[in-house]
C-alpha cells in the first residue's frame, strides 16, 4: 500500500526533525498547511530533503505546505493525504485543539458526576456555581467533598456552636483541615454564598465574622471579655457577680452555654481595662442599674456574641473609647453593627481639654480616621488631623464620673 511505502520511506535517517516539525505544525493547526523552517541542516539532512523535494539544499529549509505538495507532484507520493502518513508513523494525533476539547469533556463529566454525589444538599446550589467558575478543578475533588459536607452540616442550622477543631475533626477526620489553604477559603467562600455575604477581604475580624455566622468558634475558652453587673434571664451562675457587682472574665463557652435572654438595662462598653475597673467600683457604691464591659481594645468573638444578645434582648448600648484613630474606628464599627448604640462623652471639647499633642500622625491612622462615616466621629477625626492630638480616656474618667449618675 502507498500510504506504508510512504512512511517506511520517511523513517529513514535524515527525516526526524521535517516529520517533528509537520507533526508540531498539525498539532496546532488541526490540519496539515502552514510552513515550517529547519535551521542548520546536517549532511543526511540535506541529502534525504533534497531528493524527496528535488530541491536544492543549503543549511535551512523554509517551505509551506502548499510547497511541499507541488513539489511531490508527478511522484508517487503526489495523491497521498500526508496527514495520514504522520498518524501511521506516531499513531492516532490529535491537535491541540482536540486535546482541549477532549480534556474539556472528561471534567465536564467529572463535575456532573460530583454534583450528583450532592444533590439535594445544601452545598448543591454552592459547589454547582463554584465548578461553573473554574475550567478545571480548584481543588482534589475529595476536597470538594469534604467541604460540601461540612456546608451541610454547619453548626448554625441545629442552633449550636463548635469549635473549629472538633468540626474540622467530624467532617474530615483532621482538626486542622480549615486551619489554612484552599479548604479554609472554599468553606468561607460557601459561607458567603449561603448567608448572601459580600466577599471581603479576607481580614482577620471578616473571618471570624464568618465563623461565628456559621456557628464555628476557634476557642471558645481563652476568648473572653470582662463584665460587670451583666445578667442572663434565670442564671444562677451569673447571678452572684450580677448582685455583688463583681467584675470577672466571662468566656465564649460561657456566653454560648447561657440563656441569649439577657435582663434589660443600659450597657456601657467600654475599650480601657483600668477605666473599666475604676467605673465598677463607682457602680457598686452606688448600686446603679448599669452594666459595663470591657473590649480590652480590640472587640473579640466573645464581646461581640454578648453584645449581640444584650442588643437583641432589647439593652440599651453605651460605648466610650480612646479619641485616637484605632478608638475610633472601634467605636465606628460598634456603630455599623448596632444602629442605636450610643457613643458616651463625644465631645470635642473633651479634646481640647484633655488631649494631649503628638509629634505626628502617620498616613495609615490618617487614612482610618477618612474612613469614618458617623458625624460626631468624623468631626471628632477632623479636629484629631488639623490639631495632631489624641485624648485616652484615662483622662476622660472625671467625665465620665458625671455622666454615669444619669443612670
Not at 494525533?93 to 471534567?107: A, F
Not at 475558652?221 to 450580677?242: A, D, G, M, T
Not at 509629634?359 to 487614612?367: G, Q, T
Request: hydrophobic share 35%; with cysteine.
Amino acid at each position: 500500500m502507498i500510504y506504508l511505502e510512504f512512511a517506511e520511506y520517511l523513517r529513514q535517517e535524515g527525516f526526524e526533525r521535517f516529520l517533528d516539525a509537520w507533526l508540531k505544525k498539525y498539532k496546532s493547526l488541526g490540519q496539515m498547511g502552514g510552513k515550517i523552517h529547519l535551521k542548520n541542516l546536517s549532511k543526511i539532512e540535506k541529502e534525504r530533503l533534497s531528493a524527496f523535494l528535488s530541491l536544492p539544499l543549503e543549511d535551512e529549509l523554509s517551505i509551506t505546505y502548499t510547497q511541499m505538495q507541488r513539489r511531490l507532484q508527478g511522484t508517487k507520493f503526489e495523491e497521498v493525504d500526508f496527514a495520514q502518513v504522520l498518524k501511521i508513523l506516531y499513531g492516532d494525533i490529535l491537535s491541540n485543539k482536540e486535546k482541549r476539547e477532549l480534556q474539556e469533556k472528561k471534567i465536564e463529566e467529572h463535575k456532573k458526576a460530583l454534583l450528583n454525589q450532592v444533590m439535594g444538599l445544601k452545598s448543591y446550589e454552592w459547589l454547582k456555581e463554584l465548578l461553573d467558575l473554574y475550567r478545571e478543578f480548584p481543588c482534589s475533588k475529595e476536597n470538594l467533598l469534604i467541604v460540601s459536607k461540612a456546608l451541610d452540616t454547619l453548626p448554625c442550622f441545629s442552633e449550636t456552636y463548635e469549635t473549629l477543631p472538633v468540626f474540622a475533626t467530624r467532617v474530615s477526620g483532621n482538626p486542622h483541615y480549615f486551619d489554612k489553604g484552599i479548604q479554609r477559603e472554599l468553606l468561607l467562600k460557601g459561607i458567603e454564598y449561603e448567608f448572601h455575604i459580600l466577599e471581603k477581604s479576607r481580614d482577620l475580624e471578616h473571618i471570624t465574622e464568618l465563623f461565628q455566622i456559621a456557628g464555628l468558634l476557634k476557642d471558645d475558652i481563652s476568648n473572653y471579655c470582662c463584665v460587670c453587673h451583666v445578667l442572663p434571664e434565670n442564671s444562677k451562675k451569673w447571678k452572684y457577680f450580677y448582685e455583688e457587682y463583681e467584675p470577672w472574665n466571662v468566656n465564649l463557652y460561657n456566653v454560648i452555654n447561657e440563656n441569649s435572654i439577657f435582663h434589660r438595662s443600659d450597657i456601657l462598653i467600654i475599650e480601657n481595662p483600668s477605666v473599666f475597673r475604676y467605673l465598677s467600683l463607682k457602680i457598686k457604691q452606688e448600686k446603679r442599674n448599669l452594666g459595663l464591659i470591657c473590649s480590652n481594645g480590640q472587640i473579640n468573638t466573645c464581646t461581640y456574641l454578648l453584645l449581640d444578645r444584650l442588643y437583641n434582648s432589647g439593652c440599651t448600648l453605651y460605648y466610650c473609647g480612646d479619641f485616637d484613630p484605632e478608638g475610633l474606628l472601634i467605636a465606628q464599627k460598634l456603630k455599623d453593627r448596632y444602629e442605636n448604640l450610643n457613643l458616651f462623652c463625644y465631645e470635642e471639647d473633651y479634646l481640647r481639654e484633655y488631649g494631649t499633642i503628638q509629634k505626628a500622625i502617620s498616613n495609615k491612622r490618617i487614612e482610618i480616621l477618612n474612613n469614618l462615616e458617623e458625624s460626631i466621629l468624623v468631626d471628632i477625626g477632623e479636629f484629631i488631623k488639623e490639631n495632631t492630638v489624641f485624648c485616652f480616656q484615662e483622662a476622660l474618667i472625671e467625665a465620665y464620673e458625671r455622666e454615669v449618675e444619669n443612670f
